[in-house]
């Protein structure tokens, strides 16, 4: 059966963005999960360097590992340096003619930012709200490590040094300042917002600084971009916002779809102009 999975996806005529896409959904780590299970740790090994090497984007290798089923079964010190030099090793490969130390930190600050953050996403998904609660305090904990290192990398290097590190390492210090204080934010928006211009980082990841931005300093958000969610009751709210036209208007600009169908299709928000205004 879990052949047949791996086959059907690979084969059944998907396109490249939907495989990717599709690679990573539950059913298909749940099948490596229970290889763990049942003690196949070589086929579940084995699986996931094939989910590795068929995707070229380090953001979608590094979900294996952050997947909470699966990593509860990668405690085990051999399996876990096996799947993660694997991550490892391709995302050097992209990244040549970079210091190997200072792309293993990246990768690894990169990774302690998202891991907890996905992995209480995925229990509030399953309604494991207790657990949600607890991987908190373990991303906080490691926010603020992140943070001490990406400040003293941006104000030693130059936006050319920067420039020069590529869009994962920009990637990767835009999210630590995104899951920073206020100031912090304040302070390096204009660093992002110049790799912006340099086509280093994408306008709408941007846009997601500046809308957290204008609500910590009392204003309207300009992107439709920030929520406020209860897990508990699955429900998620706009936090307050300009106009519905007038959004469109500056997410067209920068190439973000129209809010409404972006509200709903991420956050299960149906409404209309009409009620969402």
């Known amino acids: 059966m879990f052949v047949f999975i791996y086959f059907f996806l690979f084969l059944s005529g998907y396109s490249q963005s939907n ?18 299970q049942e003690q196949k740790s070589d086929y579940a090994v084995e699986f996931s360097e094939e989910c590795l090497i068929n995707v070229d984007n380090t953001f979608e290798r590094v979900k294996i590992y952050f997947y909470p089923p699966l990593n509860n079964y990668m405690a085990d010190r051999l ?24 792309a293993d930190i990246f990768l690894k600050m990169y990774i302690q930012d ?14 494991k709200f207790h657990e949600a609660d607890s991987m908190k305090s373990l991303y906080l904990s490691f926010d603020s490590i992140n943070q001490v290192w990406a400040r003293d990398f941006i104000n ?41 211009n340099l086509k280093m980082l994408n306008p709408s990841s941007l846009a997601l600084m ?26 998620c709210f706009p936090q307050p916002h300009i106009d519905i036209d007038s959004m469109n208007y500056y997410r067209k600009i920068i190439g973000m779809k129209n ?19």
């Not at 040094?161 to 302070?187: K, V």
């Not at 009392?218 to 009751?233: A, D, R, W």
């Open 79 to 102: 399996i876990d340096s096996v799947v993660f030099g694997k991550i490892l090793y391709l995302y050097k490969l992209d990244y040549c003619n970079w210091n190997n130390e200072e």
């Open 114 to 127: 998202q891991k907890y953050r996905i992995q209480k996403s995925w229990y509030a998904r399953n309604e």
């Open 259 to 277: 809010v409404i169908d972006d509200w709903t299709e991420t956050w299960g928000f149906v409404c209309d102009t009409a009620t969402a205004k």
């Open 210 to 235: 500046e809308d957290r931005l204008l609500i910590k300093e009392g204003k309207l958000q300009k992107y439709g971009t920030q929520f406020i969610c209860n897990s508990s009751h699955k429900i």
């Open 156 to 196: 030693k290097n130059s936006i050319n040094d920067i420039y020069c590190r590529g869009p994962f390492c920009i990637y990767t210090l835009f999210i630590i300042i995104q899951h920073s204080p206020y100031t912090m934010q304040r302070m390096y928006f204009p660093i992002f917002k110049a790799m912006c």
């Open 19 to 36: 495989s990717l896409n599709k690679l990573f959904e539950d059913m298909m780590l749940d099948s490596i999960v229970s290889l763990f």
